[in-house]
């Protein structure tokens, strides 16, 4: 499939806000706010804080505990320390303090997966309007469900990719399979870590290409994407319902009448142009 042409605003272009001293004048008082209301935030600025984050760091031996990777960088770099507690605190005094509740973590992991795990009873959407347009090289592999868009990616991706699969996430989260994984227990935290990873590619630059696995039948849900995420390509794999269940019943973890009825409706769904 050819590239998609960059899609026109579906909403006129907002006229310029009042000047942003507002802005900055709303902002301090949400900072101030936030000062009040937890005032344990005061302890991230004590001598005995940086001691103890610097005693972290060493012991780690400045490596990401969740990655392996080393954490060199400068602050706010992706690979710059962070020193993060695994239970979190919520102002709980020995909490915070102990040693033992504190780990190094990469300053890209923290932002994204880290956040994710402390976020796990906010609620999550599909389609999260905050993504913004990639800076990393991206394309988009859309489908029904066995038509290879795994295959494809496990194909075409260089080493050091970065490949955003919703199944992959789930069995990263705890889910036994890649296909047969409970919705109702995974959803929720896969399609945050998922939502996570895709805001991350507007924020770091250190993956050579990405890929995104979406199913995406909807032309309206590919444009969606187009628009927020404005990827190099979108490539649809346009196999039958019949030979995604041929396929089916040659995985010994996938339902072949399953995957041809969701196959079937991803065809139902389907729009080119």
Request: glycine share 6%; aromatic share 10%.
């Amino acid at each position: 499939m050819g590239k998609l042409k960059a899609l026109p605003p579906l909403l006129a272009p907002l006229k310029p806000h009042i000047g942003p001293v507002d802005r900055f004048s709303s902002e301090r008082e949400r900072h101030q706010r936030r000062w009040t209301e937890q005032p344990w935030r005061a302890w991230y600025g004590t001598a005995d804080w940086k001691r103890l984050r610097k005693a972290v760091f060493d012991r780690d031996r400045w490596r990401c505990q969740m990655t392996g990777k080393l954490c060199v960088q400068k602050h706010p770099g992706p690979y710059s320390p962070v020193a993060h507690h695994k239970t979190p605190h919520k102002g709980n005094h020995e909490l915070f303090w102990d040693i033992d509740n504190i780990q190094t973590v990469s300053k890209a992991w923290h932002d994204g997966e880290g956040q994710a795990g402390e976020a796990g009873t906010k609620p999550y959407t599909m389609y999260p309007k905050w993504l913004k347009a990639s800076l990393v090289p991206l394309t988009i592999i859309c489908g029904p469900p066995c038509s290879g868009k795994s295959s494809y990616v496990a194909k075409h991706k260089a080493e050091y990719d970065l490949v955003i699969d919703l199944d992959v996430i789930a069995v990263e989260l705890g889910a036994p399979s890649l296909h047969n994984w409970d919705r109702d227990a995974f959803l929720a935290p896969a399609i945050r870590k998922r939502n996570d990873m895709l805001g991350n590619l507007s924020r770091y630059k250190n993956h050579n290409h990405a890929w995104f696995i979406a199913t995406a039948a909807k032309r309206s849900q590919r444009e969606w994407w187009q628009r927020m995420l404005e990827p190099e390509d979108i490539i649809i794999l346009k196999v039958t319902a019949d030979e995604c269940a041929r396929r089916a019943q040659q995985d010994s973890e996938r339902n072949a009448d399953a995957t041809y009825i969701a196959a079937r409706e991803w065809w139902m769904n389907y729009k080119e142009n």
